[in-house]
């Protein structure tokens, strides 16, 4: 079973982005555009669920471990 997890190897900020792009097996790039995209019409809605992701979301390394 697949678990949504923050990377460790393909993190910019907190490794949000680069998690979803291994859970749906994309590119993090494209995951960092559309989040890029969706901060203009959602603003502080998205900004907060990335925030709120930094602290749900486990990282690879605590999982691992």
């Known amino acids: 079973m697949k678990k949504l997890l923050r990377s460790n190897h393909d993190r910019k900020l907190a490794g949000i982005c680069g998690g979803i792009g291994n859970y749906f097996g994309m590119d993090s790039t494209v995951v960092r555009i559309v989040f890029l995209l969706l901060i203009i ?25």
Request: proline share 8%.
């Open 41 to 65: 019409p959602l603003n502080a809605g998205i900004i907060l669920a990335y925030l709120i992701g930094m602290f749900v979301i486990p990282n690879e390394a605590e999982v691992s471990s």
